[in-house]
C-alpha cells in the first residue's frame, strides 16, 4: 500500500475582500494596459517616461492580480513585495508629477497619486497590504 504525502492546502487570497481586490487590480490592469499601449503605439515621442511608467503600472498590477488569483504563501509574499513596490511607485512617480510637472507632458497612471484614476493606485496597493498581512495570520 503506498502512502502518499498531502501537500498543505494553499492559502486562499481571494475569499471575501480579496475578491474585490482582483476585480479592481483587474479593472487597472485593463484600463492601465490599454491605455499605454494605445499612447504607445500612436504618440509614443510625446511622453515616452510617462507612458512607459503607465505599462509597467499595467504589468504590476496584472502580476499582482495574478498572485492573488493563484493563492498560497509564496504567491502571498510575492503580492506584498509587488504591493509595497507598486506604493513606492506611486508615491515617487505622484511627487516627480507634481515637483517637476514639466517631466511628464501627459498623465501616468500614477500622476497626481492616480487622481486620473479616482486615486485608487494610491489606495489600491494600501488595501491590498492590509489584506496580504491579514491572510498570512490566519
Given at each position: 500500500?503506498?502512502?502518499?504525502?498531502?501537500?498543505?492546502?494553499?492559502?486562499?487570497?481571494?475569499?471575501?475582500?480579496?475578491?474585490?481586490?482582483?476585480?479592481?487590480?483587474?479593472?487597472?490592469?485593463?484600463?492601465?494596459?490599454?491605455?499605454?499601449?494605445?499612447?504607445?503605439?500612436?504618440?509614443f515621442?510625446?511622453?515616452?517616461?510617462?507612458?512607459?511608467?503607465?505599462?509597467?503600472?499595467g504589468?504590476?498590477?496584472?502580476?499582482?492580480?495574478?498572485t492573488?488569483?493563484?493563492?498560497?504563501?509564496?504567491?502571498?509574499?510575492?503580492?506584498?513585495?509587488?504591493?509595497?513596490?507598486?506604493?513606492?511607485?506611486?508615491?515617487?512617480?505622484?511627487?516627480?508629477?507634481?515637483?517637476?510637472?514639466?517631466?511628464?507632458?501627459?498623465?501616468?497612471?500614477?500622476?497626481?497619486?492616480?487622481?486620473?484614476?479616482?486615486?485608487?493606485?494610491?489606495?489600491?496597493?494600501?488595501?491590498?497590504?492590509?489584506?496580504?498581512?491579514?491572510?498570512?495570520?490566519?
Open positions: 500500500m503506498a502512502v502518499t504525502e498531502e501537500k498543505p492546502a494553499r492559502t486562499r487570497l481571494i475569499s471575501g475582500p480579496g475578491m474585490l481586490l482582483v476585480w479592481l487590480y483587474g479593472v487597472m490592469v485593463v484600463g492601465a494596459v490599454s491605455r499605454s499601449a494605445y499612447q504607445i503605439a500612436t504618440e515621442d510625446r511622453a515616452p517616461l510617462a507612458y512607459s511608467l503607465s505599462a509597467v503600472a504589468l504590476v498590477y496584472g502580476f499582482i492580480t495574478y492573488l488569483v493563484r493563492g498560497g504563501e509564496k504567491a502571498r509574499k510575492a503580492a506584498l513585495v509587488c504591493c509595497a513596490a507598486e506604493l513606492a511607485g506611486v508615491v515617487v512617480v505622484g511627487t516627480w508629477t507634481l515637483v517637476e510637472p514639466s517631466a511628464f507632458p501627459d498623465a501616468t497612471v500614477w500622476s497626481d497619486y492616480g487622481m486620473g484614476y479616482l486615486f485608487i493606485p494610491v489606495l489600491l496597493p494600501l488595501s491590498a497590504l492590509y489584506w496580504l498581512r491579514k491572510a498570512r495570520a490566519r
